[in-house]
């Protein structure tokens, strides 16, 4: 899940403004002529120099920007949570200071970490625009937050391709047999926390044609499921991934021995931390990765029905 910063000017606000403006005159964009047109494929008023801060926000504006657009992302763009991480090397790294948007000609700021309310307002009276980008836990929400980052850097089009794109793959992998067929999954971090009802996790196992349990039995939201109530009725396999790359994605497993007990004996589905730090359209390559898990465990031998589905016969069993 996202964490939180912020973006601070210091404590001297004399000091701080004079040094923003003194890196804003120094910047090239300062010293352009006022009357000359923008360069082919450059940014322009339409669609207006942006930087972002924050690993969603980051991915976003590269997935919906043109490459003159973007004057700086953040560091977390580059690093091994980032689906664009090799994409990001063209750009200007930001180190969250306003100093640094301003001195870039930004006019736009895109923001899934903090940024205080005083940094906003004095962005504003640089005439920088700062958006913050929505938490999407579901298709719909997700549609609504790439229409209104493309509107604001003027690429509505490219928006509503991103969309189609989307939901034509989601259409193609959406499983054919019914809910109640679809083999069970429980979804766990390092931390212990895990993915209900009303989170982007829940929707892309749900999209790649599984019955995420802690869904049905809750709690919703980030929490997890009690061991206790994995040892009663166990999934047919379990999915972990996670946000901070120091920690191995089935310690949580490993660690509880009646956890581990049922995992050690069941596929456990590792997802990349990329492919799901937030909800956007990179959710379906999550999805993709998950249908071919699934279409291997439902082929599988070993395969073994939980305790929901024990009664169904061998032909009631869905296909892949």
Known sequence: MRRRHHINFGSCRPCRFALAIGMALLSPMAWAPAAAAPAKGAASAHRPKAASFGLCADQMLMM?????????????????????????KAFPINRGSAEEVIASGAKLLLQSDAVSPTSAAALRQFGIKTISIPMANSWPEIDAMVRQIAHELGQSARGEAVIKNMHQRLAQLHPT???????????????????????????????????????????????????????????????????????????????????WGQARTRPIIHVPGKYWNCGSPLLVDAVELLVAERRKLIASPTYRASSSRASLSRSQRPSP
């Open 177 to 259: 047999s019914p809910t109640n067929q679809w083999p069970s999954i429980i979804y766990y971090r390092p931390d212990g926390g895990g993915a209900g009802a009303g989170t982007f996790v829940d929707i892309s196992l749900k999209a790649a044609g599984f019955r995420n349990l802690q869904s049905l039995w809750g709690p919703p939201q980030w929490g997890g499921i009690p061991a206790e109530r994995v040892l009663r009725q166990p999934p047919d396999a379990f999915a972990v991934s996670y946000f901070d790359t120091s920690n191995n994605g089935t310690s949580i497993l490993r660690r509880n021995p009646l956890l």
């Open 64 to 88: 919906l920007a043109d490459p003159s657009q973007i004057a700086s992302l953040s560091p977390t763009a580059r690093g091994p949570l980032s689906a664009y991480a090799q994409r990001a």
